[in-house]
Nanobody, 122 residues
């Protein structure tokens, strides 16, 4: 497994932007797909975006398409979040997945970070 650590969360006004980063303990580029999820109290973790091992393909949930952008490099995955809304308030997690393709199911992902809180005020 890979140790992951998210950062970049915080408090932002609606319409603002944040950039989340997920740093891995070792190289993930070319080995794992990387994904971002989020979770609010009492709800299941929601898949948001995935980027393939090479970074050549990205997938997005409809709820964030056009507003969020996932990117990656050697051992980091980033999530640029624009035009944030109060409904985006959640704890955001990154995760690794073997192989390419994407999945909305937590069980398909191998390693998880501890999460970073994002709060969007109206």
């Amino acid at each position: 497994q890979v140790q992951l650590e998210e950062s970049g969360g915080g408090l932002v006004q609606a319409g603002g932007s944040l950039r989340l980063s997920c740093v891995a303990s070792r190289r993930t580029f070319g080995i794992y797909s990387m994904a971002w999820f989020r979770q609010t109290p009492g709800k299941e973790r929601e898949w948001l975006a995935t980027i393939t091992r090479s970074g050549s393909t990205t997938f997005y949930a409809d709820s964030v398409k056009g507003r969020f952008t996932i990117s990656r490099n050697y051992a980091t995955a980033n999530l640029q979040m624009n035009n944030l809304k109060p409904d985006d308030t959640a704890i955001y997690y990154c995760a690794t997945k073997r192989g390419d393709g994407t999945s909305a199911y937590e069980s398909d992902y191998d390693s998880w970070g501890q999460g970073t809180q994002v709060t969007v005020s109206s």
